[in-house]
């Protein structure tokens, strides 16, 4: 038994007579679904698999390599948001959310090894060339996705800008896999886009939830009544918006409303049970609201509908949004990489989760297609498509 394996059985038994591990930041690991100390047979089994994949497998495999992707394993398997990040990851994430970063375009996630399209973004390489939400990606150039982890996707569709890269994908309805060329860029997000429709009425895009959305919005506004003498309401315009940052959500949601909760979650420890409360002031002093959402709109885009619809300041138009209606913890670990891990649910606030439901439009307003023959429409992806999807969590209140 090599040196490795061996330390870690004892380090195991140490565990189990009460010996306290420190694992980053998370506390003691001496617990298993909560209550009593680990499991010994079962990490008896986890050194013997580790031990007979190093000395059988036909290639060899370093330590390092093998314990990581035992980590990613251990993750990709709770659901479908959970992820270790490796230290270019976590750099790649800590990058897309300030607004700017090269590559195709999309919001993805992973679902059954392959690549699921959750959005792709406004003005960015992706959507010019026509991809949807939905759309399942099955091969990177001549590269089979099945069996990539989300992060390897990535950093293959994230490529030098300028060079080109060729997605093959199967869409619900197209008879044949549709293949993309797609030439990468720098995707420049601009989070907050807005102009006048008709006088006296504005109309706000907002493309992705970034840090500083909430004062980009306020920006928006401030313009909005410069141009017009009484601003009477807006539409906010959510649809294929696939979230980001919860707080830029709280403080768009707080622009419009006075008084009262905005959004609450609740996890397993009490760090993840937290209450968001408006601030006083509405930047548009009650005028009308109409938000506009469709299932590509995920996550933060979810609360902003959920509370502007529970406090009955906003009329909801489109298509049930894709439902994701869970937290996810970036946890710094000490070498430089990451575990985004699920570690609570959000709720509006009159109590209704959104995980695997989304909400529901006020008003249903199927997109439309003009064409000579009449077919149904199309089912998108929804979160409560995804393998591993978390419940909704309602069954238990």
Request: charged share 25%; no cysteine.
């Amino acid at each position: 038994m090599n040196t490795l394996v061996r330390n870690f059985l004892v380090l195991t038994v140490g565990l189990m007579l009460g010996v306290s591990l420190a694992i980053g930041r998370s506390g003691l690991a001496e617990r298993s679904e909560g209550h009593g100390p680990l499991p010994l047979d079962d990490l008896r089994v986890f050194t013997e698999v580790f031990e007979k994949i190093k000395n059988d497998y036909v290639e060899a495999r370093t330590d390092k390599v093998l314990i990581e992707s035992a980590i990613s394993g251990m993750l990709t398997d709770l659901d479908p948001h959970s992820a270790y990040l490796n230290k270019e990851a976590f750099t790649e994430l800590q990058v897309g959310t300030t607004g700017q970063f090269g590559g195709l375009g999309i919001e993805i996630s992973m679902e059954d090894g392959f690549v699921k399209v959750v959005a792709p973004i406004d003005d960015t390489p992706a959507q010019r060339a026509g991809m949807q939400a939905g759309d399942l990606i099955i091969r990177l150039n001549e590269k089979s996705v099945k069996g990539m982890s989300l992060s390897d996707a990535v950093k293959i569709m994230r490529g030098e800008v300028g060079t080109s890269i060729e997605l093959t994908v199967v869409r619900e309805g197209a008879e044949k896999p549709i293949k993309f060329n797609i030439t990468r860029d720098i995707i420049r997000v601009k989070s907050v886009k807005f102009r006048t429709l008709d006088e006296g009425f504005g109309y706000v895009r907002i493309t992705q939830f970034q840090s500083r959305t909430g004062e980009n919005l306020s920006d928006a506004i401030s313009e909005l009544k410069d141009e017009n003498e009484d601003l009477k309401g807006i539409v906010l315009d959510l649809r294929n918006n696939p979230g980001g940052v919860l707080n830029a959500a709280v403080r768009v949601s707080d622009a419009f409303i006075d008084k009262g909760l905005i959004v609450y979650t609740e996890g397993r420890t009490e760090d993840s049970d937290n209450k968001f409360h408006a601030t006083s002031g509405d930047l548009i002093k009650g005028a009308p609201i109409i938000v506009l959402i469709n299932g590509g709109s995920a996550s933060a885009s979810e609360i902003v509908a959920g509370a502007l619809q529970d406090h009955k300041r906003a009329v909801i138009m489109g298509t049930r949004s894709f439902g994701k209606g869970s937290v996810q913890t970036i946890l710094p670990m000490n070498n430089g990489t990451a575990v985004k891990l699920t570690t609570a649910r959000y709720f509006t606030p009159n109590g209704r989760s959104i995980q695997a439901e989304g909400i529901v439009p006020d008003i249903m307003t199927e997109r439309l297609n003009v064409s000579n023959a009449e077919k149904p429409a199309l089912d998108r992806i929804k979160e409560a498509d995804l393998s591993g999807h978390l419940a909704n969590g309602n069954d238990k209140k």
